[in-house]
């Protein structure tokens, strides 16, 4: 692949995807309709697995002389219901693998390599093909698949129970600085995927979800108390007392003072 890649779209497909990286060092950047670009550093012997859902944009820098390769492994639906069955019986229903970036891991890479000089010899055997492709989807259910209560959709998103536990865990820490990086590694996500599936999960990205909160708590203390402006964007965690105003006209159409006066 060239050094430095154009925006690409990786489009939306019903099989999950595994990509293991070849050969070369690269800084990924992803994002999803027109969001805000997140990277991902790789290098050779890193993985991709995504469950599809909506596509989504895709660009790469070298970072090494080394070429950028990648293989590609779509995993069959078949295979992976038989995996799914196996591991999660009558949960089954409830379980798919998780979207995931940039990460390592020792014993996939061992079945890919032998995958991969399988395909790459003259006449290869189908039979092997399918053997360690059954093997790795066994794998992908043991190690990267979660289980929800309700019915699986087409469209992945984070489960319930770690919805509750990440937005619980925002509004106890609202006034601390965001962090896409601690909240995303808080669900086993790489930053791009968590953003992606925050959203499709809230509906609000993230960060956006993380200014909801400081919002309502500023509105909450400028109705129920008499602290200053300043002391209340301090407490909601802006240093700034002219930018919270700035941001709370944006979002509520008044000042702080002009809110306060109306409560």
């Given at each position: 692949?060239?050094?430095?890649?154009?925006?690409?779209n990786?489009?939306?497909v019903?099989?999950?995807?595994?990509i293991?990286?070849?050969?070369?060092?690269?800084?990924?950047q992803?994002?999803?309709?027109?969001?805000?670009w997140l990277t991902?550093?790789?290098?050779?012997?890193?993985f991709?697995?995504s469950?599809g859902?909506?596509?989504?944009d895709?660009?790469?820098?070298?970072?090494?002389?080394?070429?950028?390769?990648?293989?590609h492994?779509?995993?069959g639906?078949?295979?992976?219901?038989?995996?799914?069955?196996?591991?999660?019986?009558?949960?089954?229903?409830?379980?798919?693998?998780?979207?995931?970036?940039?990460f390592?891991?020792?014993?996939?890479d061992?079945?890919?390599?032998?995958?991969h000089?399988?395909l790459m010899?003259p006449?290869?055997s189908?039979?092997?093909?399918?053997?360690?492709?059954?093997?790795?989807?066994?794998?992908?259910?043991?190690?990267?698949?979660?289980?929800?209560?309700g019915?699986r959709s087409g469209?992945s998103?984070?489960p319930?129970?770690?919805?509750?536990?990440?937005?619980?865990?925002?509004?106890?820490?609202?006034?601390?600085?965001?962090?896409?990086?601690?909240?995303?590694?808080?669900?086993?996500?790489?930053?791009?995927?968590?953003?992606?599936?925050?959203?499709?999960?809230?509906?609000?990205?993230?960060?956006?979800?993380?200014m909801?909160?400081?919002?309502d708590?500023?509105r909450r203390?400028?109705?129920e108390?008499?602290?200053?402006?300043?002391?209340?964007?301090?407490?909601?965690?802006?240093?700034?007392?002219?930018?919270?105003?700035?941001?709370?006209r944006r979002?509520?159409?008044?000042?702080?003072?002009?809110?306060?006066?109306?409560?």
């Amino acid at each position: 692949m060239p050094s430095t890649g154009e925006a690409w779209n990786i489009p939306s497909v019903s099989e999950p995807v595994l990509i293991w990286v070849t050969s070369g060092e690269v800084e990924v950047q992803e994002r999803e309709t027109n969001g805000p670009w997140l990277t991902t550093r790789v290098k050779k012997g890193s993985f991709f697995l995504s469950m599809g859902g909506s596509p989504y944009d895709c660009h790469w820098k070298t970072l090494t002389s080394e070429p950028f390769e990648v293989m590609h492994v779509l995993i069959g639906l078949p295979f992976l219901e038989r995996a799914l069955d196996e591991v999660f019986g009558a949960d089954a229903t409830h379980a798919e693998l998780r979207d995931v970036s940039g990460f390592a891991d020792v014993t996939l890479d061992s079945f890919i390599r032998q995958l991969h000089a399988e395909l790459m010899r003259p006449k290869a055997s189908p039979l092997f093909v399918q053997s360690v492709g059954q093997a790795i989807a066994i794998y992908l259910a043991r190690n990267y698949a979660i289980t929800d209560t309700g019915p699986r959709s087409g469209s992945s998103s984070l489960p319930g129970y770690k919805v509750q536990q990440i937005t619980h865990w925002m509004a106890e820490h609202f006034a601390e600085q965001f962090d896409l990086a601690h909240l995303a590694a808080q669900a086993g996500l790489s930053k791009f995927h968590f953003h992606r599936l925050f959203k499709r999960a809230t509906g609000v990205s993230p960060s956006c979800y993380h200014m909801n909160l400081r919002m309502d708590a500023a509105r909450r203390l400028l109705r129920e108390t008499k602290k200053s402006v300043v002391t209340v964007a301090l407490e909601v965690g802006y240093a700034s007392a002219s930018h919270f105003a700035q941001l709370f006209r944006r979002e509520t159409g008044l000042s702080p003072t002009e809110y306060r006066r109306q409560r």
